[in-house]
Nanobody, 124 residues
């Protein structure tokens, strides 16, 4: 059984930064891609960023490209999302998810395990 636990969310002013962490259990974590998704109130869950099994390939939604950086430490079974230049439109619950694939993918149906989410609130 794989468990994912997100942390690092909180309240930040516009222009500020946060670093989210996703800690995973399971011995095979380092052979799968991991993604971050977010869901704002009244909106559907949307893709944010993904990283392949080795960390050598990343992919971002256009809305966060240049501001967010995804990375992973396979020795610690942890994936990070560094979020800079935050704006109120980034307010959402952020979820990490482990894919069933080793390559990057933005399709939610490719992700098998999901965390419970962490709230990010950006004030103007």
């Amino acid at each position: 059984q794989v468990q994912l636990v997100e942390s690092g969310g909180g309240l930040v002013q516009a222009g500020g930064s946060l670093r989210l962490s996703c800690a995973a259990s399971g011995r095979t974590f380092n052979i799968y891609a991991v993604g971050w998704f977010r869901q704002a109130p009244g909106k559907e869950r949307e893709f944010v960023a993904a990283i392949n099994w080795s960390g050598g390939t990343t992919y971002y939604a256009e809305s966060v490209k240049g501001r967010f950086t995804i990375s992973r430490d396979n020795a610690k079974n942890t994936v990070f999302l560094q979020m800079n230049s935050l704006n109120p439109e980034d307010t959402a619950v952020y979820y990490c998810a482990r894919s069933s694939l080793s390559r990057v993918t933005m399709a939610p149906q490719d992700y098998t395990y999901w965390g419970q989410g962490t709230q990010v609130t950006v004030s103007s």
